[in-house]
């Protein structure tokens, strides 16, 4: 939680009311914020079993990249999102640790050699430079699969049976060949290719966008949602996963190696098509406040009970900005 | 479904009276193999996209592999255990489908230059040797992914959502790091070791074991299984999961690559521990066919829909014995 808390200290002037406003109430929520990042942490070290017996390597090697820190953003997003439509956090907990562990697998295939092959994630070595690429395959193999185990598993504190399994389908849409998965493919696919705005689009709202949407609509189903809240939140996630998206390109565009705890400027390196090569790093700006005003627009009609979910678009928008 | 016709049309002279009795059922039973295997296949052909958009080759891949053909064990088995307690076969249909996709997608992570680097897989090229590392992890990581989220959606045709969320979570926790890949790594990480017989035994319970007991139990809870029915069904398909590991073993050790239409005789060029290594040729065959008649007298108090369950055990250990 480290960035989450980083972020509500610091001061960073805004650039539009509502951004400013979606910033003062970071501020007040640093105690909400810093006690979900804590109980994530929590139930994430009690998802993988401790090291011991025949197969105390792999999980040793899950550990090691499930526990490294992070944000934690969208374990954070199901629970806010859950206690935005009048949920209590516990509802959507297992979710978050779902969320969080497809992250990571997804992460450890990503830094593979057949893939990114990256070095380091996170400020320290990637999984398969400790593990090698075996045990890093298949740490991300169990972290996939114990996610869905551990969602089907948290059905007592859900409104329903048929709520989690919905969730689960959602989530496991969102990660597969229709969302993550096909977006990781197409990313790799189109190095070196000229993207249009549309298909960068495209891509974008299956390799990082689909995941947010799962949490936000996730949370919010397990809270008891209406479906007229159910469609409002799901604007929000749009407008937030893409933001966050084009916020990464830009990152990667300016910000140094040491600063990000991961390797920079590779997108321009592979060919990579990016919101600032596409539209020039200033439009790329514009674009990501505009999202944001978007993500605020579409939680209008929630009451205070939608601030942290306000207050991590600010995050998400303005970590560089 | 080769294999079992294969199995079902040819005379191998059986060596008990339960083995007998097995034999003479699956000779009847060749219409009800070769009718679910098809329904399988079809169940199987729309479960991935047809090759189309930025990600075709994704979907090519996964086709690619998912649709090779194979012997479809673990889905007929559900399917024949859903029917065995009275169910209709279409509520265990996404189970089953869910079973074979993840199958398939350890087989393509198997094969992986990184872990077994294997060429040849059902008589063809390996996954990435067709379509490259990158895209046969991927493919990999979408059809485990796609799994979940299609027997997520089969809930139209189970007992209830329970069920369907309680057969997920089992196959989760069947195929993930309390299972199938815990199976993966201690297999890994034995190599060249000693394992006495308890050892073997614990890396094949969730090698392979595992997999058919989720299959077996998944199958009768969508059937609408009493909890005796369930424990009986666990232990046949125990017996079961081990007998078809000793008989893998058996074969590897005694079939040539162009029968197998997948590389043998690697256990030993590797190092591993084998039934056959651990304890000779022959008495792993006195082990597979003690198995067999323990997975029979579990069945003992089902009735003619069993039948197919019978069949399939004695496919199991009879394919060369």
Redesign the interface.
Known sequence: MRDLKAYSARSVPSRSEKARRGLRLAFSLETYLHNRAATIERALAQS??EPSG??A???ES?RYSLLAGGKRLRPVLALASCEAVGGKPGAALGLACALEMIHT?SLI?DD?P??DDDDLRRGRATNHKVY????A??A???L???A??IL??S?SRAP???A???V??EL??A????GM??G???D???EGKELDSS?LE??HA?KTGALFVAAVRGGARLGGASPRELGRLTAYSRALGLAFQVIDDILDCEATTEQMGKRTQKDRALGKATYPSLMGLQQSKELARDLHSRALEALEAFDHRADPLRALASFVVERNL
Chains 1, 2 share one sequence.
Do not use: N, W
């Open positions: 993988v079993p025949l197969a390597r792999l999980f899950m697998y295939h593979l057949c893939m090698g690429d075996a045990l395959t298949l991300g193999d169990a996939l699969t114990d869905f185990k089907a598993r059905r329903s049976a048929a989690v399994l919905e689960l389908a496991a849409e990660s597969g060949s229709a998965v096909a990781q493919v197409i790799i696919e189109s298909q495209h891509l299956r």
